[in-house]
C-alpha cells in the first residue's frame, strides 16, 4: 500500500514547491484585490462621494489593495518555497511594504472612527472645521510617516544584525528588528 502520509500541505524541502499553500495564497490576493477595486470603482463613479470619510476609506482601499499585489504574494512565495527565493534586497523592500500598509490599514480605520467619534460627540463644530484639504494632509502623512518609520526599522535591523555577526545571507525573509527589543514597541 502507498504512503499516504506525506500531503501537499505539509511544509516542502528546500527546492520543492507547496502547490496548495501557492494556490490558497493566488486566491487570498485575488479576492482582496477584486473586493478593493470594487470600491474605487464606487468612489471615482460617485462623485457625490466627496465626504472626508470617502477619502479615508479610499485610502484604505488602497493600502489594502497594495497588501494583495504586494504582501501576500511575498508571504505566498515564502511559505511555497519554504525559504525567500528572490533577492534579499526585494526581501527588504517587502518587509518594508508589508509592515507600513499593514500599519497604514489600521491607522486609517482609526482615523474613520475618530472622525466618526467627533462627528458624533461635536457635530456643528467638527461640520464647519472637517476639510477635504485637512484630510488629504493627514492621509499623506500618515502613509509618509508609516513607510519612514519602517524603512529605518528595516535598515537599522539589518545593521544591528550585522553588527553582531549574524550572517547577512539567510534564506528566510524576517524583519531582524523583531530581534531587538528595544525597536519593538
Not at 463613479?45 to 501576500?72: E, G, Q
Not at 534579499?88 to 508589508?98: H, S
Amino acid at each position: 500500500m502507498p504512503d499516504t502520509s506525506t500531503s501537499t500541505t505539509e511544509v516542502s524541502e528546500e527546492g520543492s514547491v507547496n502547490y496548495f499553500i501557492l494556490t490558497i495564497g493566488i486566491l487570498i490576493s485575488l479576492a482582496i484585490f477584486s473586493a478593493q477595486i470594487t470600491v474605487f470603482v464606487t468612489f471615482y463613479r460617485k462623485r457625490s462621494l466627496t465626504l472626508t470619510t470617502d477619502y479615508f476609506i479610499a485610502s484604505l482601499a488602497l493600502a489594502d489593495t497594495l497588501v494583495s499585489v504586494i504582501c501576500v504574494p511575498g508571504w505566498t512565495l515564502q511559505m511555497s518555497f519554504s525559504q525567500w527565493p528572490l533577492p534579499m534586497f526585494l526581501c527588504d523592500a517587502w518587509i518594508v511594504c508589508d509592515y507600513s500598509f499593514c500599519t497604514i490599514s489600521v491607522y486609517t480605520v482609526l482615523f474613520i472612527s475618530f472622525e466618526r467619534f467627533l462627528g458624533i460627540r461635536y457635530p456643528l463644530r467638527f461640520s464647519l472645521k472637517r476639510s477635504t484639504a485637512k484630510t488629504k494632509v493627514a492621509l499623506c502623512t500618515l502613509w509618509a510617516v508609516a513607510s519612514a518609520v519602517f524603512v529605518v526599522f528595516i535598515l537599522y535591523g539589518q545593521r544591528i544584525g550585522q553588527l553582531r555577526g549574524q550572517q547577512e545571507f539567510t534564506t528566510k525573509c524576517e524583519a531582524h528588528f523583531l530581534h531587538n527589543a528595544c525597536m519593538v514597541f
